[in-house]
C-alpha cells in the first residue's frame, strides 16, 4: 500500500535525504517547510502519517501537533534536535507517537515509520488485487475480517454500521436512496421507517470524524471518493 507521508521541515538537506529514505521505500512524500503549509495540505489531502520538526518558522511544530491531534490520531513522528527530556516529554504528552533527536540515522527513522504504521494498521500482507480488502481514500475495510480503519486507526463498528460502509464502499460516488438503503441494509421485511437510515449514517459520521459521507438532499447519502 502506498502511504502518503507528509514531512514538515525546513532545512532542505534533511528534506532530501529523508525523502528519498522514503520514496525508496515505497511512500508517497509531499515536503512543506513549514506548519503553515502543513495544515493547508491537511485541510486538502490529509497524510497516513506526519514526519515533524519542532523548530519551525511561524507556527512551530508543538502546535501544529496539537493542532493535528486535535483532529485525528494519525501518527505523528517527531524529529527535532532539542535533546532534553522535558522537550521529549512535552513533544510526546502533545500527542506525538514517537520522537527521534537529530542528528539521526534515515534508516532508523525508516524503521519506526514501519513499526508505527504496523502498531496503527492492519499488517500489509494483502495484495492490491486481493478482493478481501476495500480502500476508499483514508477508509481501509478488511472484509473477510470485518475491521475498518480511517485515518490509519482502527474503529469497532456495530454490524448496521459496518455494513452500510462496506456496500458505500464498494459503489463510491454513487448516490443510494433512503428507501435502497433500508432494503439492502435491514432487508425487503424490514418495516421501519427510513429514518433508521439518517440516525445509522449520524452515529457513522459521529464516530468516523471526517469522513466523505455525503446527503444527496431529498434523496439519500453517497460515499465520495476524490479522483486519483
Not at 16 to 42: C, F, H, P, Q
Not at 189 to 199: I, K, M
Amino acid at each position: 500500500m502506498n502511504y502518503h507521508i507528509g514531512l514538515v521541515e525546513d532545512d532542505s538537506n534533511i528534506q532530501n535525504i529523508v525523502s528519498a529514505y522514503l520514496r525508496k521505500e515505497g511512500y508517497n512524500v509531499t515536503i512543506m517547510d513549514s506548519a503553515e503549509k502543513g495544515w493547508e495540505l491537511w485541510e486538502n489531502d490529509r497524510p497516513d502519517m506526519w514526519i515533524l520538526d519542532i523548530m519551525l518558522p511561524g507556527m512551530d511544530g508543538y502546535e501544529f501537533c496539537k493542532k493535528i491531534r486535535n483532529e485525528s490520531d494519525v501518527p505523528i513522528i517527531i524529529i527535532s534536535a532539542k535533546d532534553d527530556e522535558i522537550d521529549k516529554i512535552l513533544g510526546l504528552e502533545l500527542g506525538g507517537d514517537d520522537y527521534l533527536t537529530k542528528p539521526f540515522s534515515p534508516r532508523e527513522l525508516i524503521a519506526r515509520v514501519k513499526r508505527l504504521f504496523k502498531r496503527t494498521l492492519p499488517k500489509d500482507n494483502i495484495s492490491e488485487a486481493d478482493h478481501d480488502r476495500l480502500k476508499v481514500d483514508h477508509l481501509l475495510i478488511y472484509k473477510n475480517e470485518r475491521r475498518i480503519f480511517f485515518e490509519g486507526i482502527e474503529y469497532e463498528a456495530t454490524t448496521k454500521e459496518y455494513d452500510m460502509l462496506q456496500l458505500l464502499a464498494e459503489n463510491p460516488n454513487r448516490a443510494f436512496s433512503r428507501e435502497e438503503l433500508l432494503m439492502k441494509i435491514w432487508g425487503n421485511d424490514y418495516f421501519g421507517s427510513d429514518r433508521a437510515v439518517d440516525d445509522l449514517i449520524k452515529r457513522i459520521r459521529k464516530k468516523l470524524d471526517n469522513i466523505p459521507l455525503e446527503t444527496v438532499w431529498g434523496y439519500g447519502y453517497r460515499l465520495r471518493k476524490d479522483e486519483e
